[in-house]
């Protein structure tokens, strides 16, 4: 009580006042000292007091993004089905890089690929570290593209990213963090926002940020979802902004904010489905990543996790060993759930028979389960097969396959209500069948109360595309036909119908109708059409029938295509569960007198396949060393370039991998350049 009391600040004020301090983005109270200054209890981080009103805001803002990423829905959307992201989210497999023929390979042949690559030991990186810069990486990265397969858990990654952020676990020298999907952003396409009005509308908490604020802090805008995006983005526009407060059209402010004409401090992350990733030029990326979901180990602790009942998940898991196809679609999170939906139900109600192995057959099984739990859930239908139920929902579902195919033939897997409509289906239509079809709401603005729609994972769209076609071939549509293959084919037949359907989708430049193909191909099995006896109409299909489709496919000149591209032929031949190729080539895999059996293109598409999933790196491959035409041996490239990744892997050097990068890069440039040397 006898000493005398003075500020500890006034002989520093002045200087302190020159500063530019750094608020804290924590939670913590904060206590006012003076009139100038404010101390976060939390974190002892000291700023001016002006700055409590920014507090505020990122203080709400983590709320808000921690309330819209907290909680996911898993396949489908009904009510009650979500849960915490932190209880169900498992890591993901992610590397740098991006594969040598990604814009012109189906993702299911990517994925294919990824799940060879993952066995070969490639690094992968942790998703928190994805900003930060390699060793050898003289340059900061600003701007990181991630790609990955439709379902394959991109959107799980940036909700997981953001949401450890918001919680102040990880990348807390980010002061903000704006997550903007592209699905949103379509919503706004034709109006004119500045960057600060566009945060307003989509980040309501940050209404209250200062303008002058964006320019001096550090950023992380996040675009989920570039595939499903409607806006143009034209690189080319000279159009320049770079003020915040600048409006102008969406595209265009975006393409200023990836170029760094615009706020070119802050960072920018943008996931996409491979086949779009072609729309940012390379100049304006610093890093490229790949997600390609589970491992092998993965996939178990997905499928025990999801099964109380350890028989069940193990009976599951042995299953999906038995069938190549479907462990690496299982990679795919939304695949693994498909497969654990339609195995799960096979298995309690006790279903005689074989389990599926063809994709086929798996989504088929999956559209009956599907239709025959809407039933009971609406207590319809009691009593009756699942081949009945489809007969009653027979519109339904064409509309919804119509809707399908029209959207698949124009690259787009997002769709509004005025879409829906135009195939003749309603909101209620959708609702019901909530495990094919899902809707997405966002109800933070006024904005986002228009629903979105799509398909719970690409490959559904594609197969009931497939079923819708095949029902309007059968039924004679032919203003379908006309529209799809661009003549009035009224009068074809099944094998040239299918033949004419192939070399469009081998036409395809990225692969978007491979697996649409070859859903059709293995609906012409008879046991698949007795499964969907509901939607298909009546067709026969001879023996001499099936044999030209099968020698078509055989016969098939790819000569244009790219060398994976032509592995899709022998997939169709497996859907349609003729065996004989595989047979062939496991058989001269066995033989020690390889140099003298001539192989067939259709053969090394099989060889270059089967060597690409084998459980085993080969020692040596010499493609002359196989006896077969030019064509043949292109088409054992994919395995060839494989090889090359395999030795760069195992190889103890690590001055190897850019090496085999380069020599990749010319065996690629080479073939282009001369297709008749090897």
Known sequence: KSMKKTSIWSPYRESLLQIPMVPCAGSGKIKTIGTKFSLCLNCSVFFFSSDVGLQKVLKDHKISLRRRCECVTEGNDEKGSRTLLNKIYTDLYITEGLSEEIHIQHEVKQLERAYKIQRLHD???????????????????????????????????????????????????????????????????????????????????????????????????????????????????????????????????????????????????ITSRPAATNQIPPLCVDRVTEVRGFTDAQKEEYLSRRFSDKELSSKIISHVKTSRSLQIMCAIPVFCWITATVLEHMLITEQRGELPKTMTEMYSLFLLVQTKRKRIKYHEGKGRSPQELLVCDGERLQNLGKLALEHLEEGKIMFYQEDLEQCGLHVPDIAVYSGLCTEIFKKESVIFQKPIYCFVHLSIQEFLAAVYMFHCFTSRNTEVMKNFLGKTYSELSLEDFLKIVMEKSLRSKNGHLD????????????????????????????????????????????????????????????????????????????????????????????????????????????????????????????????????????????????????????????????????
């Open 123 to 269: 690094t992968p990186i942790r998703c928190q570290d994805i900003f930060k810069s390699l060793p050898d990486q003289h340059r900061a990265v600003r701007v990181v593209l991630t790609n990955g397969v439709a379902g394959v858990g991109k959107t799980f990654l940036v909700q997981k990213f953001t949401l450890d952020w918001a919680d102040g676990l990880e990348n807390q020298d980010f002061c903000l963090v704006v997550l903007l999907s592209f699905r949103e952003l379509n919503l706004v396409k034709t109006e004119d926002h500045s960057l600060l009005t566009l945060l307003h509308v989509f980040h309501p908490t940050l209404q209250k940020l200062p303008a002058e604020q964006l320019a001096v802090r550090k950023l992380l805008f996040i675009f989920d979802g570039l595939d499903e995006s409607r806006l143009s983005l034209d690189f080319n526009d000279s159009r320049l902004v770079s003020d915040v407060t600048q409006k102008s059209s969406v595209n265009v402010l975006l393409t200023n904010l990836i170029k760094g004409n615009l706020l070119p401090s802050a960072l920018i992350w």
């Open 515 to 678: 697996l649409f193909v070859r859903f059709l191909h293995g609906l012409t099995v008879e046991s698949n059409q007795k499964l969907l006896g509901g939607l298909l109409s009546p067709t026969e299909n001879s023996p001499e029938t099936i044999k030209t489709v099968i020698s078509n496919l055989n016969e098939m000149n790819t000569d244009d295509i790219s060398s994976d591209r032509s592995i899709n032929i022998f997939h169709c031949l497996t859907e349609m569960k003729d065996l004989s190729v595989y047979l062939e080539i496991q058989k001269f895999l066995q033989t020690e007198k390889r140099s003298t059996k001539k192989l067939s293109e259709i053969h090394c598409s099989a060889l270059a396949y089967m060597l690409q999933m084998s459980q085993e790196v080969l020692g040596e491959l010499d493609l002359w060393k196989y006896r077969t035409s030019e064509e043949g041996r292109r088409r054992l490239i994919p395995r060839f370039l494989l090889y090359v990744h395999a030795q760069s892997c195992n190889s103890g050097n690590p001055c190897f991998r850019p090496k085999a990068q380069c020599l990749k890069f010319q065996i690629l440039q080479r073939i282009i350049s001369d297709n008749s040397g090897y």
